[in-house]
């Protein structure tokens, strides 16, 4: 069955332009470059890996609730609505809210491919380069895979939530070769890392959570990419440069923070549009988890340096400001030991599968 044909509601054309800006940059210096950058380049190849096979896609998901998502944290979850809910009717909910959050996982994915082969052409310098064509690769493994998921367990897809599209145009028009680093790398995937975590840590499902452990295993390296060079660059900008990113970032962080609600699903269960979106204000779930998909873009913006008073008082308006200390290199780490931990769980079983079968394998033919 085609894409086309699972969307909830169809997208208004079946595929999006933006034009192009800025100038593709050849470099001639093939010297050996930053050996931080080359290091994590050499990291990017080394940990290249097949989603059709790394994943075991065996698992059977049931899409009415794909995710084991609790009651509880479901936007309806004590209003009038869900006391006239049949149980079928939650679980058709459950399923819209997990093909919502995947298919925006999905378009990101595109959207941050594309903005790792732009990074490929206009970035000036080539161990940028080496490092963002690995990148490009990673990000097609992403959606392949989360487009995988959401045909084959889900059957069932969202278009592109408006915001985050709105941030990816702003992104792809700037003609400025450091905006894709600064809108992909630092922000939309900065969020989309701790939106991943967060089902991985609380999903008690192994397919999902197989596929976010790996996923999120690729963009510890891409967040720390985008660190390192940004911050090396935006050390050179003169103050009024600086203030000119931190504007992009305050009206990125604020469409991130509206994208989160989900709304599109509520009125796909009859609900008008104002009403569900107050109900998602309302909802003290949705409240903590707008907060914590932030605890990755805050300390990195601080962290390139980009922290001026504006920025400051519009983390402050957001309840997000303290996120600002926290340790990105421990939640960095952390990504890695999970998926390695992951892995290693996966293949003991199998192994010892393995030698269960040859062990009665033999002992069937001594009995013989």
């Excluded at 080359?38 to 059977?60: M, P, S, V």
């Excluded at 959050?101 to 491919?113: I, K, P, R, V, Y």
């Excluded at 940028?128 to 064509?133: D, L, N, Q, R, V």
Aim: glycine fraction near 8%.
């Amino acid at each position: 069955m085609s894409t086309h044909d699972l969307y909830v509601n169809a997208p208004a054309a079946r595929g999006w332009q933006v034009p192009a800006t800025g100038a593709a940059r050849f470099s001639w210096d093939y010297d050996d470059g930053r050996e931080r950058l080359l290091a994590l380049y050499q990291k990017g190849k080394d940990k290249q890996w097949d989603g059709a096979t790394r994943i075991d896609w065996g698992i059977e998901v049931d899409p009415y609730d794909p995710l084991g998502t609790p009651d509880e944290v479901l936007t309806l979850h004590g209003t009038r609505h869900w006391a006239k809910m049949t149980e079928k009717d939650k679980g058709e909910l459950r399923r819209h809210y997990a093909s919502w959050q995947f298919s925006q996982f999905l378009h990101g994915e595109q959207g941050a491919m594309i903005c790792a082969a732009r990074i490929v052409e206009s970035v000036p310098d080539l161990d940028a380069k080496f490092y963002s064509a690995t990148q490009t690769m990673d990000e097609a493994r992403h959606a392949e895979i989360y487009g995988r998921f959401l045909h084959e367990k889900i059957g069932m897809l969202y278009p592109i939530n408006d915001n985050l599209k709105g941030l990816l145009d702003d992104t792809l028009r700037d003609s400025r070769w450091d905006m894709p680093y600064l809108g992909m790398q630092v922000l939309i995937e900065g969020l989309a890392l701790a939106a991943f975590g967060m089902i991985r840590d609380t999903t008690d499902k192994p397919l999902p959570k197989q596929i976010l452990a790996y996923v999120m295993q690729d963009e510890a390296r891409h967040v720390a990419f985008g660190r390192m060079a940004l911050r090396d660059y935006y050390k050179q900008l003169s103050d009024a440069e600086l203030r000119e990113r931190e504007e992009f970032v305050i009206e990125g962080c604020y469409l991130m923070r509206d994208r989160l609600r989900g709304v599109e699903v509520l009125e796909n269960f009859g609900i008008p549009k104002k009403e569900a979106e107050e109900l998602s204000e309302q909802s003290e779930f949705l409240h903590l988890f707008r907060k914590l998909l932030f605890s990755r873009i805050v300390p990195c913006v601080k962290d390139i340096g980009l922290w001026g008073e504006r920025l400051q008082k519009a983390y402050l308006d957001m309840g997000v400001f303290d996120l600002g200390d926290s340790n990105l290199d421990l939640l960095m780490t952390q990504d890695e030991e999970i998926a390695e931990a992951l892995d290693r769980e996966r293949f003991a079983a199998e192994e010892a599968e393995r030698v269960a079968e040859v062990e009665s394998a033999i002992a069937d033919g001594a009995q013989r």
